[in-house]
């Protein structure tokens, strides 16, 4: 049976930030995103993470593409991706994939993390990709790592489906053999560990663009590094993600909205899931 995800048990979840709290107590993020052509999905995706309150960000990006992080978001840390000095293991969470491109390089970091790091992980787009050209690297997957696949992206993976429904099953059944979480992206998008399933209840078409799941990326990176669970980061990000799109259309229209302006919201969606109204 699919559960509704409600505002309700997103307010039972979220930790109300201690006054003695300091930023280690909130962790620290690692985004490998971006590529030359691609660094707004870096941008996206940080800004995200970063207004999802994580205590520390670092971003790992292309040598020539770092003053575009340096200007555009201050409060992040950047790696650059020719650096062999990434050690996995100094960070909290870390996600991976958003406009990363498929290349030599972009698979040897997606491999190094695969192998070296033990904790849940956060897959999305080129990610995803490079896993479904290369099926042997499902194996390497750390236990309770977050999937966040469209449609194709999941079909790529899993073999092709022939109805949402199909796909849904075949979602619940893949994160139950793996131990994972899959975040199946949609006019619904479905959140499952294998033994439960949500169905998300917020959202809007304004979020058919480029952009959207770069962002969520970025959402559930902070709130796995935030000693959040694998699961529960999952639903916090799916649901205020789509929440702070609601509220934007107070402003927007469906086509008028841009991801950036949804970004902007997420302190809105924190604040009112905690007052639960």
């Not at 985004?31 to 800004?47: D, P, T």
């Not at 960000?57 to 992080?69: A, D, F, G, K, S």
């Amino acid at each position: 049976m699919i559960k509704k995800l409600i505002q309700s048990e997103i307010k039972s979840i979220l930790k109300i930030r201690k006054p003695d709290s300091n930023k280690k107590t909130y962790g620290h993020a690692l985004l490998v995103v971006g590529s030359k052509g691609k660094m707004g999905a870096a941008i996206i995706s940080a800004r995200a993470c970063l207004r999802s309150g994580v205590g520390l960000l670092t971003v790992n990006i292309p040598l020539e593409e770092r003053q575009i992080i340096q200007i555009s978001i201050p409060e992040a840390m950047i790696i650059e991706r020719e650096s062999k000095e990434l050690n996995t293991d100094f960070f909290s969470a870390i996600g991976i994939g958003s406009g990363l491109g498929i290349s030599k390089k972009t698979e040897e970091i997606l491999v190094k993390i695969l192998e070296d790091y033990k904790q849940p992980i956060v897959l999305d787009a080129d990610a995803l990709n490079m896993i479904s050209l290369k099926k042997n690297l499902l194996k390497k997957i750390p236990y309770g790592t977050i999937l966040t696949p469209h449609q194709k992206e999941f079909d790529r993976l899993f073999g092709n489906h022939i109805s949402s429904d199909e796909r849904i099953q075949s979602a619940i059944k893949k994160a139950k053999e793996m131990n994972c979480i899959i975040v199946l992206k949609g006019h619904k998008t479905i959140i499952t560990d294998g033994t439960e399933a949500f169905q998300n209840s917020t959202g809007n078409a304004g979020l058919a663009k480029g952009g959207s799941g770069d962002a969520l990326t970025g959402m559930i990176t902070a709130f796995l590094a935030s000693n959040y669970t694998a699961l529960e980061s999952a639903k916090l990000g799916v649901f205020l993600h789509g929440f702070a799109a609601d509220y934007t259309l107070k402003k927007q229209s469906m086509e008028s909205m841009l991801i950036t302006d949804v970004i902007e919201n997420i302190g809105y969606s924190f604040k009112s899931c905690l007052k639960g109204n």
